[in-house]
């Protein structure tokens, strides 16, 4: 079983950057679809990206297309998500998520971690 850690979420301007991370402890990532969703109050948990952990392209919600950037980093076991020109729509909760099969939906993933809040004012 796989614990997720996230960490970099915080208070920006609407321009700014920022970067968030998922730690994986427990075992690796290996062999896992990680994914980054988001929630905001009163709505449904948003996909956002996704990358197959043993390789591949990582794939985008069209809202943060351009904008957005997921990574790896194999020997750290942590995966990045890395926004730019950050809007006040992109603010929400920001979850790491990992699962063994790949979708837009939370029922996909069946592992979580707490979730990081990040805030984009104007």
């Known amino acids: 079983q796989v614990q997720l850690q996230e960490s970099g979420g915080g208070l920006v301007q609407a321009g700014d950057s920022l970067r968030l991370a998922c730690a994986a402890s427990?075992?690796?990532?290996?062999?896992?679809?990680v994914a980054w969703l988001r929630q905001v109050p009163g709505k449904e948990r948003e996909f956002v990206s996704s990358?197959?952990?043993?390789?591949?392209?990582?794939y985008y919600a069209d809202s943060v297309k351009g904008r957005f950037s997921l990574s790896r980093d194999i020997a750290k076991n942590t995966v990045y998500l890395q926004m730019h020109s950050l809007k006040r729509e992109d603010t929400a909760v920001y979850y790491c998520?990992?699962?063994?099969?790949?979708?837009?939906?939370?029922?996909?993933?069946?592992?979580w971690g707490q979730g990081t809040q990040v805030t984009v004012s104007s």
């Open positions: 427990g075992r690796t990532f290996s062999s896992y679809f």
């Open positions: 990358i197959w952990w043993n390789g591949g392209t990582p």
């Open positions: 998520a990992a699962g063994s099969a790949w979708g837009r939906r939370r029922e996909n993933y069946a592992y």
